[in-house]
């Protein structure tokens, strides 16, 4: 295959992606874009993969966040009262749109966001099952009949509900917020990250064109001051956050002023057990599915590989080699296997917590530093070739805080008593991994581990019918499966009394 340069600045800038054209990333709402007023705080949105600048971001201020909300009230005024059949048709459509665009949404996520093109394409592929899943689940949403009495119940919209996203998974993020809120009949102002504003943009026209009120889902450049008018809006019902902790608590801080509801995805430090009876094979490959997918930015990532001291020495030695063979470099092209970190002050990050593991004793058995591809045009981009930390231990802070790049740390264990209560020293609860050929064992272990969420003989697997969310300080509440739609609606009971009142006075 003959090799093809990532798209430049000017090309970027120009480049048709079927009906899909983006030169800036605009707001939208209304069943428009929407261009900010406040230009002079405008701030750079960097290509990952040459370090250009792809465009400006500018911020939405409090009128424009105010116009965005209202617009989505209206909306909700007349979406909630469509029948459920009349919502899943539409989202459906929604669906069935990006299916068709798969291909051009994927590019322009990889441009934007520095993750392979494969991995991309799985990305949107996961947002069109989404948004198909929860239409099905719209024309489902009936109210209960009790026996007391006369008595039923019923689950509500909420009305206007703020999604707020994160850079690793732009479009996906978006899809997976905005198609139960719209399922259970509420509208959406959405917030992506500052550094990826550019395909939510995109799924919002997909809605509008579907058949979508105008105004049903609405996205609101900007960045900090952004989400804080968001969280504080009297007409926003509910906050939906995905990032970082400390963003988290502010969300939840603010939130609870107006007593808003709220879903907190955030971050994870997620154990990996391996045991001696393992197919090891497989535990190799679910190590680095646990590791590397799109360049360690995973939240839910196995970045704590615990090895059962008898197979160390195999498992290390056949993840360096395999490690060593990932393809780094243009993203947009079929054959790489790992783009570029998000930016530069993340890449420094990274490359300060592996520089730190080695003061504190860590060996660094490959990768670790910065990789410059041989195409020149890529030369300013932010690629890190993918690291294996050996000689490691619990209370080194490669071990304990979320890194959020490609950064695998490998510790030795000797007994499932021991490992179980290692794995669970921790502040955060988001995902955890078995592998194992005892089955007891690994339900066993599955049972004790304090995590939203735990693989058996494998890892990263997210079906969107599986509920998804955290323990501890990796969040509350859950996207996909249908419990979430009780974080998307509201209970109410209707008591009909059949015969007179029955009066103690």
Request: charged residues 20%.
């Amino acid at each position: 295959m003959a090799q093809q340069p990532c798209l430049s600045l000017p090309e970027y800038r120009n480049v048709s992606t079927g009906n899909l054209v983006v030169k800036e990333p605009l707001n939208f709402w209304g069943g428009a874009r929407v261009k900010s007023k406040d230009t002079k705080n405008s701030e750079p949105v960097y290509e990952p993969a040459t370090g250009r600048v792809l465009c400006d971001m500018i911020p939405c201020g409090e009128e424009e966040v105010d116009q965005a909300i209202k617009s989505a009230h209206s909306a909700f005024l007349k979406w909630s009262k469509l029948a459920g059949m009349e919502r899943a048709r539409i989202m459906l459509e929604a669906a069935r749109i990006i299916r068709e665009r798969r291909s051009e949404i994927a590019r322009l996520e990889v441009i934007n966001n520095g993750k392979c093109i494969t991995e991309a394409e799985v990305d949107i592929d996961v947002a069109w099952q989404c948004i198909e899943y929860f239409a099905g689940i719209a024309p489902t949403l009936a109210g209960n009949l009790h026996v007391y009495s006369f008595t039923y119940s019923g689950q509500e919209p909420l009305g206007v509900c703020v999604g707020i996203g994160a850079w690793n998974y732009p479009f996906q993020i978006a899809a997976w917020k905005s198609a139960p809120a719209l399922a259970c009949g509420n509208a959406m102002v959405f917030k992506p990250s500052p550094m990826t504003p550019v395909t939510a943009v995109i799924l919002a026209e997909i809605y509008k064109e579907a058949g979508a009120p105008d105004g049903l889902f609405n996205v609101v450049q900007g960045a900090a001051e952004t989400g804080t008018l968001l969280c504080h809006h009297p007409m926003v019902a509910k906050v939906s956050f995905t990032g970082s902790v400390p963003t988290g608590k502010k969300v939840m801080e603010m939130s609870a002023k107006g007593v808003k509801q709220v879903t907190l995805e955030l971050g994870g430090k997620s154990p990996l057990i391996i045991f001696k009876d393992c197919e090891l094979e497989n535990a190799i490959k679910g190590a680095l599915m646990a590791n590397f997918l799109t360049q360690g930015e995973v939240c839910c990532n196995g970045t704590r590989v615990f090895v059962q001291r008898e197979i160390m020495k195999p498992f290390v030695e056949e993840v360096v080699k395999k490690t060593k063979a990932i393809s780094v470099g243009d993203p947009l092209l079929e054959g790489t296997r790992m783009g570029a970190l998000i930016s530069k002050p993340h890449m420094e990050k990274v490359l300060g917590f592996i520089n730190q593991a080695k003061q504190q004793g860590a060996k660094v058995l490959c990768g670790g530093e910065p990789y410059v591809p041989s195409n020149p045009k890529l030369k300013g981009g932010y690629f890190l070739s993918p690291c294996v930390l050996d000689n490691c231990r619990d209370d080194m802070t490669c071990v304990k805080e979320e890194i959020f790049g490609p950064v695998m740390s490998v510790l030795p264990f000797d007994t499932e008593e021991e490992v179980v209560q290692r794995a669970n020293n921790t502040t955060f609860g988001l995902a955890s991994g078995v592998f194992t050929r005892d089955i007891a064992r690994a339900h066993r272990v599955a049972e004790n581990l304090q995590a939203g969420t735990c693989f058996i003989n494998n890892y990263n697997v997210s079906p969107v019918e599986v509920p998804f969310g955290g323990y501890k300080m990796s969040g509350f509440g859950r996207e996909n499966g249908m419990v979430t739609i009780e974080y998307y609606s509201q209970l109410k009971t209707v008591v009909v009394e059949m015969g007179d009142v029955d009066c103690d006075f």
